[in-house]
Structure formats: C-alpha cells, structure tokens
C-alpha cells in the first residue's frame, strides 16, 4: 500500500494520495547495468495486488524503453563518428604531408592524395596492393639499403612505439630518388593488445636534404681546403 510503504511515503503525500492513487508497479529501465530510469503504473480506487504476469509485463516494457533509448544512443554515436570521420577526411585531404594508415596485414586502409602523389603510385594501385606486394627501393640515410622490417612503421609494430624524423630515402616509379621525413603512431590495438594499425605521416624533404648534403660537403671541402694552405 503506497500510503504505508516508506518507499512510497513521501511521494504519496505529494503526489499519490491527492490523486487517489493507492498502487503502483515500477520497474527499473537499465542501459549498460546503470539504473537510468523507473517505468511507473499506477493503479486507482482500492488497493491492488499486482499478478505474476502483470509483474512479467511491466519489466518487458522496461525492457522495451531501455532497448529503444540504446538504439537511439547508438544513432547518436554513430552520427558523430560520421561526422567526425567526415572532418578527418576534409582535414586530411588538404595537407601537402602525405598520411596513410596501415594495417597489420600491410593493406593501407586510408590515404590522402599527398601520399599517392608523394610516393609515385596511383590510388588505385595502393588500394589494390599490401606494403610487401609494392616494389620499393629504399636506403637509410648514409645510403644503405632499408629493408622492409626495418621500415619506421614496421619498427612501431613490432614495440608499439613511435618513430619521430626517421630520414629514408625511396625510388619513385619515375625512376627519381626521393627523401623522406617519416613520423607514425600506433593508431589502434588487438585485444591481446597488439598493434593493429599504424599511422604514418611523410613529408618530401628532398630538397632540404640535397641543401643540407651540399653544405656539408661544403664545408668538408673548405676544411680540408684550410688544412693544405696551413
């Protein structure tokens, strides 16, 4: 009896008793086991006993409203992920640094067209081809050949760590050499937690690098240069 029951009182001098109402069956409406709601019936004229079934009924209806609120939830995050990606993609498009995302497998599951104009392959071939299946020539710095285990991105997936201006230098299809200033981030794990995707960025620093190279043979020279006249 809702005059009677202490978790009713006070509610019954508010709102219950003025409105005659003498019985109610609440159920709880839960989203991800947190109680975010009460689906009350209410029941006038002389006290009820609410049945089995009647009991049965109101928790599927709770049931019902909870399933309702989390597929709206689920709309929700699911628009603002769109909208989100849709950012990303606008953002991403428009760097002249190139950006792709590459999956365990070695399949790059996202570019922006610096990346394909940079490395010398069209979208259409790296959406088709892994990094292992793509025929490149690549040396280290000091000009030593660069093996694919040794790639920045290999190295992050392999310690889950980043690699900041690693220098490597690429051979274009065009048959020119390119070099490149690579930055990647492990970008999403399995659940053994391993690294399942790693994001790479790479800007075409070829000639800063001859500038620099250039300089330092310069500079070689000229000391070499002093030594002899001394």
């Keep these: 009896r809702v005059e009677s029951d202490p978790r009713t009182l006070e509610l ?17 409406i839960r989203l991800g086991g947190r109680l975010v ?11 009820r006993n609410w049945s089995h079934e ?6 599927s209806l709770a049931d019902l409203v909870a399933q309702t609120l989390q597929a709206s ?10 909208q989100s990606e849709e950012a990303y993609r606008s953002v991403v498009s428009v760097l002249a640094e190139g950006v792709m995302l590459v999956a365990r ?3 790059f599951a996202t570019f922006n067209d610096s990346a394909s104009r940079i490395l010398g392959y069209s979208n259409e071939y790296l959406k088709t081809h892994r990094l292992d299946e793509v025929s490149w020539e690549t040396v280290r710095a000091d ?15 392999r310690t889950g760590q980043p690699v900041n201006d690693s220098v490597m230098g690429l051979r274009r299809t065009d048959g020119n050499w390119i070099w490149l200033s690579i930055n990647t981030r492990p970008f999403d794990r399995e659940p053994d937690g391993s690294i399942a995707s ?7 620093i070829t000639s800063r690098y001859a500038a620099e190279r250039e300089l330092r043979h310069n500079h070689i020279l000229l000391s070499a240069i002093t030594e002899v006249q001394a």
């Design 12 to 28: 019954y001098r508010a709102y219950l008793g003025p409105r005659g109402i003498t019985s109610t069956l609440d159920a709880g």
């Design 37 to 47: 709601g009460i689906l009350c019936h209410e029941h006038e004229g002389a006290p």
């Design 54 to 59: 009647e009991e049965l009924f109101a928790g």
């Design 73 to 82: 939830q689920r709309r929700a995050v699911e628009e603002a992920l769109s």
């Design 105 to 107: 497998d070695g399949t």
């Design 143 to 157: 000009g030593s050949r660069l093996p694919i285990h040794d790639y920045p991105l290999s190295i992050t997936f």
């Design 198 to 204: 790693v994001l790479v960025s790479f800007a075409d």
